[in-house]
């Protein structure tokens, strides 16, 4: 670990990224309980979107590194049509697909590094966010985003983006058949795959990087520069709105999720505040932990720090693929 000098690091921050949490203390912060229904609605809302059939258009592959990449153009379980890439091995056959989600700037273009060079992979890419989905299903700008149909659990921007995620998972199926899948994201991606996992028997590991939507009775406490600092003055202006919210804490989904999950968590961050994020790390039961100096920031030593961190991503989805082919046949 990084000895951190967070008064040296960020000078002019007038938030204090640690919120009064030191590391001891964020391994004691606990997820929300479920409300009654949770379970049984996410369990239905994945239901609903394994039965519809994909759809979907490939544009033409580009070779990038050990993969060729292409834009799709496929429809999801509510009738928008959204935009995603899709990559496959160059080389090799796939063995494994990698969801890999992305945080609230969206996604310019898919990035392999947390890809291994034999697996496929689908990059969903949220609706309403660049590059290729821009204001399409909800808008673009991130507090509107975030609180976007927040009044009705059918129609919250957070649940939508799941069931999106889940229809891509749809399409990798048509595509290269049964393979199992690991799940990738940060930050908002991080939150939304958090939100996924435990519902969808097609995952059998996760990384999640800085996760959002966690611990909600921290997140509303916290003034930040992200996300959440949108969805903690609306539940000021509006407290009905926090009981909707405990249907997405990421942090009670991460509960229900029985395969290892690798949590990346910052120790210092005035975006997504850390107590949210070991609210997440804490509903993971089969979890391996890795504590971050910071996150959402520049600091000294960050490049060895992400170095280590994506190698420790591709060795727990290696891990994660080695116990699933030692476990017993069915």
């Not at 490049?303 to 961190?309: G, Y």
Request: hydrophobic share 40%; aromatic share 10%.
């Amino acid at each position: 670990m990084i000895a951190a000098d967070y008064a040296t690091w960020f000078p002019d921050e007038e938030i204090d990224g640690t919120y009064g949490f030191d590391e001891e203390a964020l391994r004691r912060v606990v997820p929300i309980p479920p409300r009654r229904g949770f379970a049984a609605l996410w369990q239905g809302w994945n239901a609903r979107v394994r039965a519809v059939p994909a759809r979907f258009e490939v544009g033409e592959y580009t070779p990038i590194g050990a993969h060729e990449a292409a834009e799709i153009r496929y429809t999801a379980a509510d009738g928008t049509v959204l935009g995603a890439w899709v990559a496959r091995p160059r080389e090799r056959t796939p063995r494994v697909v990698v969801v890999h989600s992305h945080g609230y700037g969206g996604r310019e273009r898919p990035e392999f590094d947390r890809v291994p060079d034999d697996a496929a992979a689908v990059f969903p890419l949220a609706r309403g966010l660049g590059a290729l989905n821009v204001g399409v299903g909800a808008p673009a700008e991130r507090d509107d985003h975030v609180v976007f149909g927040i009044e009705d659990p059918e129609e919250y921007v957070l649940g939508a983006c799941v069931r999106d995620l889940w229809m891509t998972q749809n399409i990798a199926d048509e595509l290269w058949g049964p393979l199992p899948h690991y799940l990738v994201g940060e930050s908002f991606g991080g939150g939304v795959g958090a939100l996924a996992l435990a519902w969808d028997d097609r995952f059998i590991g996760a990384t999640v990087v800085v996760p959002s939507f966690g611990q909600y009775d921290e997140r509303l406490a916290a003034p930040c520069h992200g996300s959440g600092e949108a969805v903690r003055r609306y539940v000021a202006a509006r407290p009905e709105a926090r009981e909707l919210l405990r249907l997405f804490d990421a942090s009670t989904a991460a509960t229900f999720a029985r395969v290892p999950v690798r949590v990346e968590a910052a120790l210092w961050d005035t975006h997504v505040p850390p107590p949210g994020q070991f609210g997440v790390a804490a509903g993971f039961a089969d979890r391996e932990l890795m504590v971050l100096p910071a996150g959402h920031a520049e600091y000294p030593g960050r490049d060895d720090v992400l170095r280590r961190a994506i190698d420790g991503g591709r060795e727990h989805l290696r891990r994660t693929m080695e116990g699933l082919s030692s476990r017993p046949q069915t």
